[in-house]
């Protein structure tokens, strides 16, 4: 009987990792391949321009930012919110070249300022992630002095990415405008710090070890969301998404091409994943760690084993996010004409 009810439960455990894997790869709305063209460029430019000029390190210190800056802009927001947008990103990736230059490469002491700028980011839709991602990721591989002062590369790249992606390149979509998302609660907010501090901690821990220990932190940032249906569905996209991009971004380095043949690479996969964001966030899940893997493998050759190594952080945070989400359980409503028993 024992192993009859083994028997019977591996099915049933595989089908709960099968539904809990399924996602939906349709296409939900139309890709905008005219931001995806300016994000292609302003990624491509600055690397072909190091490139011609002897200098591929100084070209490589302005992708970073320009990548930040440039991520997703509401579809219908008007120039004007555009550009303040635009202006709160570039402030941001900004300071935190600075700060990462006087930390000096200190992981621990990027914990605090992740944690720190989480939280702002929440609260200032204009800036949203784009705050902990440059601490993050300036923090851990920025270039904060290739141009002689701290923090320059980053306004910079900021200013280049900005400057490109500030006109709309296609029509507005048609319909009324989106609503804002709901501002997040005091719940949220501290569950998001107590989250991303733990995976800050464990980032700083690990970080020698493994390299990417970063990845941890975004993986558990960009999965956390308002309500634990929202936190699943991110983490089952960002874990598949992560997987396959990563494979075919592995397969991309795996025969350590020239940095021209890469910084052209860089080009193509930037414009589609910013081209397809909008039609489905898997889409972006696919091609922005296969940009990721190429941009390391830009400045150095990259092991084959690195992208095993980011999937497993990817799907730690994205573990450490839903289980996030179950606290603080919500209060139970006391029985009708009684209290609760204790």
């Given amino acids: 009987m024992h192993r009859q009810d083994d028997a019977d439960g591996r099915p049933a455990a ?18 905008r391949p005219g931001p995806g063209a300016a994000a292609g460029v302003a990624f491509a430019a600055p690397l072909l321009a190091g490139l011609a ?31 303040r947008r635009l202006a709160a990103r570039v402030a941001a990736v900004t300071l935190a070249g ?7 490469g200190r992981v621990w002491a990027l914990v605090p300022a992740i944690v720190v700028a989480a939280v702002l980011g929440a609260r200032a839709p204009r800036v949203g992630s784009v705050a902990p991602l440059a601490v993050v990721l300036i923090g851990i591989g920025g270039s904060t002095e290739a141009l002689g002062v701290p923090g320059l590369a980053q306004l910079a790249g900021g200013l ?26 005091r719940t949220h907010l501290v569950r998001l710090g107590l989250t991303v501090a733990t995976a800050a ?76 964001r909008p039609a489905n966030y898997l889409y972006w899940c696919l091609a922005f760690p296969m940009l990721l893997l190429l ?10 084993y690195t992208a095993v190594v980011r999937v497993a952080l990817v799907l730690a945070g994205g573990l450490l996010a839903v289980f996030a989400t179950r606290w603080p359980r919500p209060p139970v409503p006391p029985p009708p004409g009684g209290r609760l028993s204790t």
């Fill in 295 to 304: 941009m390391d493998a830009y400045r150095e050759p990259v092991p084959w």
């Fill in 201 to 276: 901690t464990l980032m700083a821990a690990v970080h020698h070890l493994t390299g990417s220990g970063h990845w941890l932190v975004t993986g558990t940032l960009l999965a956390l969301r308002p309500t634990p249906e929202g936190t699943r569905a991110k983490t089952r996209q960002r874990v598949v998404g992560n997987t396959l991009g990563g494979v075919v971004g592995t397969l991309l380095v795996l025969f350590h091409p020239g940095q021209l043949t890469v910084a052209l690479l860089i080009g193509a996969v930037g414009m589609l994943a910013y081209a397809l």
């Fill in 160 to 185: 280049w990415g900005a400057v490109l992606v500030l006109p709309r390149w296609q029509r507005r979509p048609c319909g009324g405008p989106a609503p804002p998302p709901p501002r997040p609660d």
């Fill in 98 to 104: 600075v700060y990462a230059h006087l930390v000096g």
């Fill in 14 to 31: 595989r089908v709960r990792v099968a539904s809990w894997l399924r996602v939906d790869w349709a296409p939900q709305a139309a890709a």
């Fill in 53 to 83: 000029v002897g200098r591929p390190q100084a070209g490589a210190a302005l992708l970073l930012p320009a990548l930040l800056v440039v991520l997703p802009l509401p579809p219908d927001a008007d120039l004007g919110e555009r550009a």
